[in-house]
Structures are given as C-alpha cells and as structure tokens.
C-alpha cells in the first residue's frame, strides 16, 4: 500500500554565506501492506512530517520513489487524494470560516461521493466521533479536540483506503484521547483501512501499533513489532524509557548506561 | 474546474454574506477609488482635446477596457499573488491534499463581494464611452475578445506572479509591478509611452495586447510607431503564448514547493 524506497529529502536554508542543507530525510525505505497500523516515531526535528508530506504529494523527494495505493504522490497528486485521508494535528485541513456542514458538504463536491453514500458516511462519522452538537460551527471557533474530531471525519468521508495521521493525539484530553485510539482501532480493525500515525504519546503506541517505525536524523533507525521494540532495551521499564532509549543511545534511567542502539 | 471554482466562490459568498459590512464598504471603496482615475482623465481634457492623438472617448475606451480585463481578471484570479501569504501560514499543504487543481483553491480563496467594486466601475466607464464613439459591428466584434484576451494575459501575470513566490516568500511586490502596474500602463494608450516601452510590452511582456493593438483595429487607427498591421490580430495568439508560460511555471512552482516544518 505504502512503498519506500531509498528517498531523500533535503532543504537548502539561510541566505547567502550563511546557506546550508539540511538533510531532513535520507535514504530511507520501508513497506507498508494493506491492512496494517503503523506507529511512526523519532524525535523532534527527526523527519516525520517531511516523509508524511512526501507520501501525501506535499513535497517532491530530492531522491528515490515513493508509491501510495499505487500511484507516484508527486505526479499524481489529486488522483493519489481521492484514496487517502491526511490529518496534521497541528493543522486544520478544514476551512477556517466555514462551519462544520458547510466543509464536510464540499468535501462531499469536490472528492465526488455519491448523495445517500455520503450521508449515512457522515451519520456513522458524527455519532462516533460524538461532532453532531458541533455541525453549525464555524470551524475557529471549535476547542482543538472538536476540531480534531472535525478534521478526523473530514479525512474519512470518502473512505479512502490509507489514512495518514501526523500528531492525531496532540493536545488531547484524556477521554477524548482514548475515544481517537478507539475509533483508529475499530476503523482499521472493521473496514481494513490502512493506518500510519506519527505520535509522540507512547500511549498510542501501545495502545494501537502492531508495528513501529523509528526514525532518527531522517534514518530509519528501527523496524519492528511492539515486543521487537521492548527487546533492543531489556533493562527498560517502560516503552518510553526504551523509545529514549533509542533516540538518545543512552538509558534515562539507569545514568551512565551508555549502550548505542540506534546510531548506524 | 469551472464546476469547482462555481462550487467553491459560492461556498464562500455564502459563508461571507453573514458578515456583509466590510466587504460592501470595500467594494463601494474599491468603485470610488478608481473613479478618482476617470476624474483624473477628465482634468487632462479640460486643458487640452486630445491625448498622445487620442480624443476623450477613445482615451476613456482605453481606460474602459484596460480596467474591465483586469477587474475580471482581478476577480476570478487575483488572489493568486497573495500565495505567499499561504504558503507562510503553511495553509498551502492542505490546499494540495484535495483532489482538486491547487490553483483553483487558491484563485478562489475567499471569494466575496468586495471582488465586485471595479467591475462596476469597468462597466459604468465602458457604458459612458462607447456610444459616443458611434463604433460599426464590422469593427466593434473585436471589443469582447479583446476583453478577454486582456483577461487571459493579466490571469496569467498573476499566475507568474503566485509561481515566483514557492521560491521567493517576498515576491508579491515584484508581481505588482506588472499586474497592477500593466494595468495602469493599459489604462491610456500607449502612444503617451516612448518607442522602446512599447516595443517591450509588445514583444517581452505581450500587455500591448490587452487593448492597444485591437483598439487601432476597432477604432481605425494609423499605429503611431509603425508596428506591422497583422500585430492588430494576434491578441489571442499572445494571451495563449503568455498562458502556456504561466501554467509551465505554476506546475514547476508547486514541484519546488518546500512547505513548512511542522
Ligand atoms: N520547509 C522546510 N524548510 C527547511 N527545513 C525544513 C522544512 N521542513 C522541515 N525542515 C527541517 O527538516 C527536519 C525534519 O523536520 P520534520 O518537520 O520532518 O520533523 P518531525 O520529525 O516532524 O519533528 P517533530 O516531531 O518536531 O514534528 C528538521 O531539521 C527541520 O528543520
Ligand atoms: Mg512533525
């Protein structure tokens, strides 16, 4: 469904004198098959949002290829759009002014679902998601967990067969956070919809991940199931001391333990 | 994309008219404002009868068309030059994840009826100035093509404009210079302008072709700088040429198009 292979991505920043490249991503491959939950971690600064981009048509990779549900994101953008569903957490893909309705109607327009299709779409959405209180608002003027859910259902209307999610849980209550994991959950679990979510809540992760992708310095730095993860730090308590683990190459909890498991 | 653009300008006409009060004033504004111009050209005529060879009917008929051209084009596409406002505020990465042009997203963002002010002035001035210039249907059918070929060509600075700001954040006022700028140039003809100007905005960037070269056609005119008589006919033939550029660029634009870190 996903497919990787050997991509790059860099940035030329500053001006002048002071011009460099930044390498957000290099050389990185993975696949992902139909069907399967993801969990895409790294630090801060570390690449994610930059491949999520490349996935979705943002940005053209500087090298390598790069397949979504079978199309090429960069050339085939508004087609490859039609079968996936973006949500950036720290950003509304929905239209600022407009109320609820008025978005999800021309999301219905312009992705062309069928009339009755799309109702019984948005019924099941709304009543899940618990949004039908919130139909007539305009979008600025919802809490972040209202417009989340807002977002969520805008990027599921046409059912698309990948969902790609960049920080879903951001910001999040704890109730409302565990109702988001249960909606992935069933929705990859009932409808086969494939799921790849970056997080920086270990909770998402355990609580939803088969598989977990690790990114560090735009490398993948591991590939694995849940236990796969806890096994390259068996002295670690929890999955977030291991997830440190990794991404500083040295235990948080036991000072001065300093094994290197994620450098190459 | 005409059904999108439809869909979208009326998605926000509707979402705007809750809120009618400022942009009604910005349309009364925008009428205002450009009336200034024509008061200004009736000053010149008070002192003088004619223009660079030009009388008060013909000048106001380059005006008329010069600004009909552009306020169509200002409404259906001007807001593309504010792309960089959009691409700051990183609203450019949703604007690609729909399956729909980019460009239309973008030119209809924030369709309201503050985009209706020139045209009615365009209108008023063109409804004044063309019976009294007393034009014959074997000249005048050139009129509304020239109106639109002028559409096409200011769309398309637009659109160069919005393309050179992936790159440059800080584009737009390079971009003015030829949208609002060409349409001030167009505003009078063109031989109030040096043989060089016009050799440039007749071979470089086409804006002779918005209205001066169809109107020696429609109002029978010699060209004052001797330019070949066929030139008088290629309108579309270099609104299509300048289209073609805009859309190469726009699409290389969007491949360098580098978002924001998030
Ligand atoms: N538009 C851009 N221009 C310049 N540099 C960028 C741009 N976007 C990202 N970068 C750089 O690329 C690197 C990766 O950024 P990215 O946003 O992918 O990180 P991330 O893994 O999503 O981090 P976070 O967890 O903080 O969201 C960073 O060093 C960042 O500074
Ligand atoms: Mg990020």
Redesign the interface.
């Known amino acids: 469904m996903i497919e990787v292979e050997r991509v790059g991505r860099s940035f030329t920043v500053g001006r002048r004198r002071a011009r460099r490249t930044v390498h957000a991503v290099r050389d990185l491959s993975f696949t992902v098959e139909a069907g399967e939950f993801v969990g895409y971690l790294g630090p801060n600064g570390a690449g994610k949002s930059t491949t999520i981009k490349m996935l979705t048509g943002i940005l053209a990779p500087t090298s390598g290829r790069v397949e979504v549900a079978g199309l090429d994101p960069t050339r085939r953008r508004t087609a490859l759009a039609r079968r996936i569903g973006v949500v950036f957490g720290q950003r509304t893909t929905l239209w600022w002014d407009l109320p609820l309705r008025d978005s999800f109607e021309l999301i219905r327009h312009l992705y062309k679902v069928d009339q009755s299709v799309f109702r019984s779409r948005l019924e099941e959405l709304t009543a899940l998601l618990d949004l039908s209180a919130f139909m007539g608002t305009p979008v600025r003027q919802l809490s972040l967990g209202q417009r989340m859910r807002g977002d969520v259902t805008a990027a599921l209307l046409h059912d698309p067969a990948v969902l790609v999610l960049d920080e879903p849980t951001i910001g999040l209550d704890v109730v409302s956070k565990a109702a988001m994991r249960g909606f992935l959950r069933r929705l990859n679990a009932e409808r086969g919809t494939t799921v790849l979510l970056t997080t920086h809540d270990m909770g998402d992760i355990e609580k939803l991940c088969r598989r977990v992708m690790l990114i560090d310095h735009g490398r993948l730095a591991f590939d694995g199931t849940l236990d796969d993860l806890r096994a390259t730090a068996p002295g670690e308590e929890s999955i977030e001391d291991v997830v440190a683990r990794l991404y500083t190459g040295r235990s948080t909890t036991h000072a001065g333990d300093g094994l290197d498991t994620s450098k190459d | 994309m005409v059904r ?1 653009y439809l ?2 300008a009326w ?1 926000w006409l ?2 705007s008219a809750q809120y009618p009060g400022p942009l009604i004033t910005m349309a009364i504004g925008s009428f205002a404002v450009n009336m200034l111009d024509v008061a200004a050209i009736w000053v010149i005529f008070e002192h003088t009868r004619s223009l660079a060879g030009f009388g008060l009917d013909e000048v106001m008929f380059f005006y008329g068309t010069s600004s009909m051209s552009f306020a169509l084009s200002d409404m259906l596409f001007g807001n593309v030059d504010r792309l960089s406002q959009h691409v700051k505020a ?2 450019f ?2 604007i ?6 980019a460009f239309v997203q973008i030119a209809v963002d ?1 369709f309201g009826v503050h985009r209706f002010g020139r045209i009615a002035q365009a209108t008023v001035v063109l409804a004044v100035a063309l019976p009294r210039l007393d034009l014959s249907w074997d000249r005048a059918w050139m009129i509304p093509l020239m109106i639109l070929c002028g559409i096409v060509i200011f769309a398309s600075i637009f659109t160069l404009g919005g393309a050179m700001q992936f790159l440059l954040t800080d584009a737009p006022e390079v971009a003015n210079a030829f949208t609002y700028g060409g349409n001030t140039l167009t505003q009078y003809p063109l031989s109030v302008y040096g043989g060089e100007l016009v050799r440039g905005v007749t071979f470089v960037v086409p804006l002779a072709f918005v209205n001066w070269q169809p109107a020696l056609f429609v109002l029978d005119r010699q060209d004052p700088f001797g330019l070949p008589y066929w030139l008088r006919f290629a309108a579309p033939v270099a609104a299509l040429a300048l289209a073609a550029v805009a859309m190469l660029a726009w699409r290389a634009g969007i ?5 924001t ?2």
């Open positions: 999108t869909l979208l998605t509707r979402a990183g609203t990465d949703t690609l994840i729909r399956p729909t042009s924030r491949r360098r198009y580098r978002s870190g998030s």
